[in-house]
């Protein structure tokens, strides 16, 4: 157990830049125990089940105008309907073969064949690695079999394209409270508020690891 800890301590380590320097990780620390279980399983954020269309148009430009309008949203049924937006952007691949392949990581996931569904999503990244929802999906599966270290291994390659994937950094900051270490949690979190401020259930989870971690000697 502190093995594989330390292998997906030594991932974080070398995560993209827009992780603050609180975040480098002591090599002299021993790490914490898991946290107890509790009420409710926890689970990685995932894009909505109905999306729109995603728009026409320049792809980035358009990402960049959504992200905008994301941090200007004036209440949470309009965040809502702009985080939308940007994951129908993000899900579609631009290929018809990925898509094809995502469709069976659907069926695959939903018949809780989730060993299938990693050998699809082996095969998408490796004919689109620029796709970052075949990197997140295969993140949350990983998450699922309790692979941590692959999955932050994978959820580095999200953000390694698209920093401001807020579904990758939340799936960081629940990994981090998986192997206790909830300081840190709290320090990713807050970092995808900044990039979505009313993103559904992190503000409540960063009010309840602030009200854990103050006072505490970390």
Do not use: C
Not at 142 to 161: I, P
């Amino acid at each position: 157990m502190r093995a594989r800890i330390g292998i997906i301590l030594a991932l974080f380590g070398s995560l993209p830049g827009f992780l603050t320097p609180s975040l480098a990780w002591s090599q002299t620390a021993p790490p914490q125990p898991p946290p107890a279980p509790e009420s409710g399983e926890r689970r990685m954020v995932e894009p909505p089940a109905n999306l729109p269309k995603p728009q026409r148009g320049d792809r980035v430009r358009n990402l960049d105008f959504l992200f905008e309008a994301l941090k200007l949203a004036p209440d949470e049924a309009s965040a809502k309907h702009i985080e939308e937006r940007i994951w129908a952007l993000w899900i579609g691949s631009q290929s018809d073969t990925a898509n094809l392949l995502m469709t069976r990581v659907k069926t695959a996931v939903e018949a809780e064949d989730l060993d299938l569904a990693l050998r699809l999503l082996d095969s998408i990244v490796e004919i689109k690695p620029d796709y970052v929802e075949g990197w997140n999906r295969r993140a949350t599966i990983y998450f699922q079999k309790k692979d941590y270290g692959r999955a932050v291994a994978d959820l580095r390659q999200v953000l390694a394209r698209e920093p401001r994937h807020f579904g990758a950094m939340a799936g960081l900051g629940l990994i981090l409270q998986e192997i206790g270490d909830e300081k840190r949690a709290l320090d990713v979190y807050r970092r995808a508020l900044e990039v979505h401020p009313r993103m559904q259930k992190i503000p409540d989870i960063v009010k309840t690891l602030t009200d854990k971690v103050q006072g505490r000697d970390i």
